[in-house]
């Protein structure tokens, strides 16, 4: 009878720990997802990128080139 009673009882915490019964339990830090700015020369490559694939003319570059070392 002790064995049964176990065996029901820790079936039972199995199944609340696995489906969690609503609870929102975390153990430990968890991550934070911190947007990080980009840097100027992180954007300069973007940049670079952007007219590289033909999506900005030399013109435009060069003009947000000019912006963004301006600042």
């Not at 009882?9 to 339990?25: E, P, R, S, V, Y």
Request: hydrophobic share 45%; with cysteine; proline share 1%.
């Amino acid at each position: 009878m002790k064995k049964l009673f176990m065996s029901t009882f820790m079936a039972a915490i199995a199944a609340f720990w696995l489906t969690g019964c609503g609870t929102d339990l975390r153990v430990g830090g968890g991550t934070k997802n911190v947007q990080q700015p980009a840097t100027v020369g992180q954007q300069l490559v973007d940049l670079q990128k952007a007219k590289d694939a033909g999506a900005l003319t030399d013109a435009e570059f060069q003009a947000q080139k000019a912006k963004l070392l301006a600042n």
